[in-house]
């Protein structure tokens, strides 16, 4: 018994793969009909070729619980989701479009404040903002940029269309997964690499690693650039490690570095203080330097915001690009695009309700079992509600919340984000996903070809999020015309 | 290479070995028991002292009995030198560089370090005390293998071998000091047992054949201490060890100050005169005197690679 397209059928959501039960979109048809030659057992053998991989390549994520810290095998579903190239072109062009305007917008705010003085970004927003850092006005980043490494949550609804749902400007993460997800499928699947074109994402850690050297405030032939992590407990741990091994660079931990008299950044090796040019730190802004922020930062080096207004390392992303990603300001993003670069959004918003007007937030009380409530400055899908499956009392719970603190949430319709067939128990079952392309920005932008797919295993689940059972697929950005 | 990494490599080498000396120097002990005659009084409290642990034990135990000193040497988690300290030590320092050593050595030190857990309340009675011993051992023996011979020999690794050689020469000149309390007492009962002993004692570092070997005489407690103390070539006598602490930190940049450290401490040891050492109070001493020397290496180790601050 092998798979029957006919009987997939995606409940009238949008599928990534087909249009209608039995018909596969344009780009999918070679890999639908090459799943239909395959036998359950042949599902199956693939399957656990794909778990063993993982487990053999040790890729792990770790998930806090009550008894410590365990590793976990990363969660793969071995059904690729593609999406056509030509509209991948257009993605793209949003994307860097988009990130080109934030970074804009980032260096107006810590700098003139145009945007504020023109009345177009409210001074109310940004005066009740967590992520704007007074240590870091008056600064002037290398190519004016400070998000380097942003990740965009996108997700597609019902007519097709893809939209922004968030921008990760501080640390995001999950790129060494979409590599490794590639890596995974070719395992799995190498005939289908044989017959399609599928573009190529390896290319990432170097491009990663040339954007960081160009940010190097010594022009040297081989700057310093290491990867700072907060340790082997952070859940991201992996990531950090495995980022700074592809790129060749070393991985500190706070303990690793120090500034010296000089308020030059050293690190201490065998071979005695080298002094670093770049750190790409994958630490969050608070926990930098206990001298400028929380003073109890284990994580931190003391004297690193000093060193880095005087010019003497790069920090990437900058601290304080994350005043760019809170949920609020995201509200704003069409009109920061119009406002910096004077064009329309390539890729639209999600229609967000900010519950800090009057208006909005009546609509929201009034909806809440409509909506999906965010919190502005949480991540990882945690303080979230999503009004449709919330019982009444989860409801009353966040009404008082919204109203105690409105600056601090927001609201979006909840979306029929699309569906991807995905293998459960040995069948396909529509699956919802999101996606999170990462896009570097130096001297140039580069966007990942595709990025990380992320789908909730769960049957119904819209959380796509691995700490709560999500899990992941490669992603083919595949070439239909060629 | 970052001196966090390279202190975490030499310390994960060290708690290995420690864990595996501690494990012969039990097995030692408990073959000494067995073999003394009956009118002999064996103190196991004298084990502990030689491993500096008097006070911990003072603090914990009220009567310093078999039980209790072997529990403490081999299962207790309050005392930073027993098997499972040492076993839980190496495997937070091979966690955290796990990048630098092979998967394999990972895997190993995690599954002794569970193996020890699961079965250390065993191992302190007389019955699964044997078995539990020798497990460990193997299984030690087993990673430095493994180290051995699918890591790069790089600065990585010289800081394995440093640390792994400077606790082994710690850990034989405490074993001669428990050999020499038990041994060279004037004690006439124990005339007749004394050269089994002896043998016992360089069974415990499987030493036996190579004594035999290389010595070519009947063992006799003189020719047991020169060989353990002075022999180039047997691994596990000290001044072997520290030739090996001593071309691994040859390997390494700015190394001035721990080499001139390594080559004082195994001068002393290949210029004792043995015939001098022959009572316990002396030999005693003169081992006090090269493990406080081998204690200096160590912190001039740390200073040197370890521990850069600013003014570094």
């Known amino acids: ?482 | 290479m970052l001196s966090r990494v390279a202190e975490r490599l030499y310390w994960m080498a060290r708690y290995i070995e420690r864990a595996e000396n501690t494990a012969r120097m039990v097995m030692a002990f408990s073959h000494l028991a067995l073999d003394m005659p009956r009118s002999v009084q064996l103190s196991w409290k004298s084990m502990v002292s030689t491993t500096g642990g008097d006070a911990a034990f003072d603090h914990h135990y009220q009567r310093d009995d078999e039980r209790n000193c072997v529990k403490f040497l081999l299962a207790d988690l309050d005392n930073p030198g027993s098997i499972m300290s040492s076993l839980s030590g190496a495997r937070e320092n091979v966690r955290t560089t796990r990048d630098l050593v092979p998967s394999e050595a990972w895997e190993s030190v995690n599954e002794l370090y569970l193996f020890g857990k699961a079965n250390a309340e065993a191992g302190v009675g007389k019955r699964g005390r044997y078995a539990f011993l020798s497990e460990i051992i193997s299984r030690c023996q087993q990673i430095t293998g493994l180290l051995a011979g699918t890591m790069s020999h790089d600065h990585a690794y010289d800081f394995i071998r440093a640390g792994r050689n400077l606790e082994r020469a710690d850990m034989s000149s405490r074993l001669l000091d428990v050999a020499g309390i038990g041994l060279l007492s004037k004690d006439e009962d124990m005339q007749p047992f004394e050269n089994l002993l002896w043998i016992n004692i360089l069974k415990s570092v499987s030493g036996f054949q190579m004594y035999r070997q290389h010595v070519r005489r009947r063992v006799n407690g003189a020719l047991v201490i020169q060989f353990l103390l002075q022999d180039k070539q047997f691994p596990r006598a000290i001044a072997h060890a520290l030739g090996e602490v001593e071309s691994s930190l040859a390997n390494l940049p700015r190394n001035e100050l721990p080499l001139r450290f390594i080559a004082q401490v195994k001068r002393h040891v290949l210029d004792a005169k043995v015939e001098t050492l022959l009572k316990p109070e002396e030999l005693h001493q003169f081992l006090d005197q090269i493990q406080m020397e081998m204690a200096e290496t160590h912190a001039s180790i740390a200073d040197n690679w370890f521990r850069l601050d600013r003014a570094a």
């Open chain 1, 1 to 482: 018994m092998s798979i029957d397209w006919k009987s997939y059928d995606p409940n009238g959501f949008y599928d990534e793969l087909i249009s209608s039960p039995g018909y596969p979109r344009a780009a999918a048809r070679t890999l639908t009909s090459y799943l239909r030659s395959l036998s359950d057992e042949e599902i199956h053998e693939r399957k656990a070729a794909a778990e063993h991989a993982i487990v053999e390549m040790g890729i792990t994520f770790t998930v806090y619980t009550e008894g410590g810290n365990i590793d976990r095998a990363w969660p793969f579903d071995i059904i690729p989701r593609i999406i056509p190239r030509k509209e991948w072109m257009r993605v793209e062009e949003g994307l860097k479009q988009r990130v080109t305007a934030l970074n804009l917008f980032i260096n107006d705010l810590y700098n003139e404040q145009k945007i504020v003085k023109d009345k177009v970004f409210p001074k109310e927003v940004l005066a009740q903002s967590k992520n704007f850092r007074e240590q870091c006005v008056g600064i002037q980043p290398a190519h004016g940029v400070w998000a380097h490494i942003c990740g965009s949550d996108l997700v597609r609804d019902k007519d097709g269309t893809l939209y922004v749902l968030e921008d990760n400007l501080r640390v995001p993460s999950g790129v060494s997964y979409m590599l490794e997800n590639r890596q995974v499928t070719k395992r799995v699947f190498p005939e289908l690499f044989e017959n399609y074109s599928i573009l190529p994402v390896d290319e990432y850690p170097s491009q990663l690693f040339d954007m960081l050297a160009s940010l190097s405030p010594r022009p040297l032939d081989y700057p310093e650039v290491v990867v700072l992590t907060p340790g082997i407990y952070n859940s991201a741990y992996f990531e950090h490690s495995f980022l700074a091994q592809r790129m060749g660079a070393e991985l500190v931990e706070g303990s690793d570095l120090l500034v010296g008299e000089d308020d030059c950044v050293y690190m201490r090796t065998i071979g005695g203080l080298e002094r670093v040019d770049v750190i790409y730190r994958r630490v969050d802004d608070l926990f930098l330097d206990p001298e400028a922020f929380n003073p109890d930062s284990m994580l931190g080096v003391p004297g690193l915001m000093r060193a880095w207004r005087k010019g003497n390392v790069a920090l990437a992303n900058a601290p304080g690009a994350g005043v760019a990603d809170d949920k609020v300001v995201y509200a704003f993003v069409p009109e920061i695009i119009r406002y910096y670069l004077d064009q329309d959004p390539i890729i639209p918003n999600v229609p967000t309700y900010r519950c800090m007007y009057p208006d909005e937030r009546e609509h929201v009380l009034k909806h809440l079992d409509e909506l999906v409530i965010k919190p502005a400055n949480e991540s990882g899908g945690y303080g979230m509600l999503i009004g449709p499956h919330a019982s009444k009392r989860q409801r009353a719970e966040f009404a008082d919340l919204i109203k105690k603190d409105p600056r601090n949430y927001i609201a979006q319709p909840t979306l029929a984000i699309s569906t991807t067939p995905t293998l459960c128990d040995g069948h396909l079952e529509p699956r919802h996903v999101d996606l999170r392309p990462f896009i570097l920005q130096g001297v140039r932008t580069d966007v990942t070809a595709g990025g990380l797919t992320r789908v909730a295993l769960r049957k119904g689940s819209l959380v796509v999020n691995s700490s709560q059972g999500g899990g992941s697929k490669d992603t083919w950005i595949v070439d239909t015309e060629s």
